[in-house]
């Protein structure tokens, strides 16, 4: 770490290291006795200085730093040696696959994964802040935990991902669950091998937050989860700002990784054997847009749709910055698959400006037609929000007439949540639960509808699956994903997994299909 990161670092206790494990103990026993006020003062030490909305809404115009030189210190290399560990993920993609990082720093340290909390000398739990029940969860975890850390104070528990990168969140921790050995923030971590290091010989806990705009740290070790499908960053971070939306201020600001750093990561990943990627950004579409040469996703997509892998994915795109490029790549096909996710949010103008979406009902749907033209079987999926501030009955009938008119074949529904810190959480939350709920079911219904018409056109005909395994219901069938994304059981040879395979669809259901195998053709690209 250099000095400028050091000063960055909002570290609240900077540890000695000498001091051993039978301290734990006594400091658990006092840390148990102390008041929360006590706890607070103990902790909060003048130089610290927790993540701020109103300073991250400020963004300069900086530029990103990009490190090429992450490494693991010598002496770190084998601190987990016969050592267990368990991350358990909360969230979007972008934090499976920090998961994937996490594990991969872990595995370089000595430690191997276990499922078992009782077998894990070290949890972490990688927390999610985007709607309540999301930060309900993981505290209720803690409190599930518990038991474990009293029981055996040498086991490191950690809370790290979006919810770390609240200051209500870190406040709650210390005061309510000081058990907690380590928090660190999405920015920092790149710095698990020393904040481990300190967890293990320190005595307080180490909350490591940095509350910055993010640089991109290349060459991080990954410990991917399969031999099949990958996800690959493309960006980092959220400018958008959507008024009700807490990643921007929990993940930073939009920065994209350099092309030939993804377009190797992909070629890798290609020589591997892996069958499809997933290019993965808050906002895929702005890709590009901070670079100092004129380079965008549809400029990424078109040098990505050469190499030799079947299958490429990208999530998520954001319809303002959908650009004719783009569409214009995406339509040669070839490996670039047709299935695009374009989160809508509400069907109303008048919502969608609240929102601060930066379109309208009728941009998105001039979008749709774009794409529709260019790609006439392209499916289409979205995320809505029922129930925003104000949102009257006339402003969801418009949500349900764009699904409609758009004939989105799934979608996340969620129901509004306030989140602190953002715009819309200053706006009375005033759509009652029960109206919130009726309009959630509603919603759900028609795209069940929707979904389930979509799946009856696959009646009889022949489709490529990629087969991911044996299906979790029933192991004598194996189950995998179409170009479109529609999940497939079948009857098949456990040898075809992994591989493309062609597919009769017999039976159709809501969400999902059956089929049998097409012998012949098995396709091994
Ligand atoms: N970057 C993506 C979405 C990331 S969050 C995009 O812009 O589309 C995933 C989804 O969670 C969002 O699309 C939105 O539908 C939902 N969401 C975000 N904040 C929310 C909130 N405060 N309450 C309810 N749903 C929310
Ligand atoms: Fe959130 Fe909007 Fe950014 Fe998506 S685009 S992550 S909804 S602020
Ligand atoms: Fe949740 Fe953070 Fe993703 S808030 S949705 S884990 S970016």
């Known amino acids: 770490m250099n000095e400028k990161q050091r000063l960055e670092s909002q570290q609240i206790n900077q540890k000695s290291s000498a001091d051993v494990k039978s301290d734990a103990n006594d400091n658990l026993d006092r840390l148990k006795n102390m008041s929360s006020d006590e706890l607070i003062s103990r902790y909060f030490q003048t130089t610290y200085e927790p993540p701020n909305m109103r300073k991250a809404k400020k963004r300069l115009k900086k530029d990103v730093d990009i490190h090429y030189d992450f490494d693991i210190p010598l002496e770190m290399r084998a601190i987990g040696k016969g050592k267990k560990f368990l991350i358990r993920t909360y969230g979007c993609q972008m934090n499976e696959h920090d ?22 000398d070290i949890i972490l739990l990688n927390t999610c802040a985007i709607r309540e029940n999301a930060e309900n969860k993981v505290f209720g975890e803690l409190g599930h935990l518990k038991p474990l850390k009293l ?3 040498d086991l490191i528990l950690g809370v ?14 210390l005061k309510k669950h000081p058990f907690v050995d380590l928090i660190f923030g999405t920015h920092n971590i790149h710095r698990l091998p020393q904040l481990i290091n300190e967890a293990m010989f320190g005595k307080e806990m180490v909350v490591e937050v940095w509350s910055k705009e993010g640089d991109i740290i290349e060459n991080l070790p990954k410990q991917r989860k399969g031999k099949i499908k990958a996800w690959v960053n493309i960006m980092y971070g959220c400018d958008k700002f959507c008024t009700y ?20 990561e992909v070629r890798h990943l290609a020589a591997q054997g892996y069958k499809e990627i997933t290019l993965l950004g808050q906002n895929v ?5 901070d670079l100092e040469f004129e380079y965008g996703l549809g400029d990424l997509m078109e040098e990505i749709s050469k190499i030799d892998i079947p299958r490429v994915r990208f999530t998520t795109s954001h319809p303002r910055d959908f650009d004719d490029r783009l569409i214009e790549v995406l ?9 695009i996710h374009l989160p809508v949010q509400s069907g109303s103008s008048d919502i969608l400006r609240v929102m601060a979406r930066r379109y309208t009902r009728e941009s998105y749907l001039e979008l749709v037609r774009k794409i529709r033209e260019a790609m006439p079987n392209a499916t289409l999926t979205t995320d809505i929000i029922v129930g925003f501030p104000n949102e009257t009955d006339e402003q969801f009938e418009e949500t349900m007439t764009l699904v409609e008119e758009v004939g989105f074949e799934s979608a996340y529904t969620f129901i509004y949540s306030p989140r602190e810190g953002t ?27 929707q979904s389930a018409e979509a799946m009856k056109k696959y009646q009889g005909e022949t489709v490529k699956v990629l087969v991911e395994g044996e299906s979790k219901k029933d192991p004598d069938v194996l189950s ?5 994304n529609k999940l497939v059981n079948f009857k098949g040879p456990k040898s075809v997994i992994g591989e493309i395979v062609e597919v009769k669809i017999t039976n159709t259901k809501t969400w999902t299909l059956d089929g049998e195998m097409v012998e012949s053709a098995v396709e091994v690209k």
Do not use: F
């Open 285 to 289: 579409n702005a890709y590009g847009k």
């Open 160 to 173: 790290c991902g979006c919810m770390s990168q609240e200051e209500s969140v870190v406040n709650r921790i």
């Open 99 to 120: 998961t994937e990082v996490m594990a991969g720093i872990l595995t370089q340290m000595g430690y191997t994964p276990t499922e078992d909390t009782n077998d894990a």
């Open 480 to 484: 995998g994903y179409t170009e479109r």
């Open 423 to 449: 715009p819309s959480a200053r706006w009375e939350d005033n759509i009652p639960m029960e109206v919130k709920k009726e309009r959630l079911q509603r919603l759900n219904a028609l795209v069940n509808k």
């Open 151 to 153: 029981e055996n104070p």
């Open 245 to 264: 939306c807490i990643v921007p201020y929990t993940r930073g600001k939009e920065r994209s990784r350099m092309p030939e750093d993804i377009i190797q």
């Open 331 to 339: 339509a040669k096909g070839g490996n670039l698959l047709d299935h």
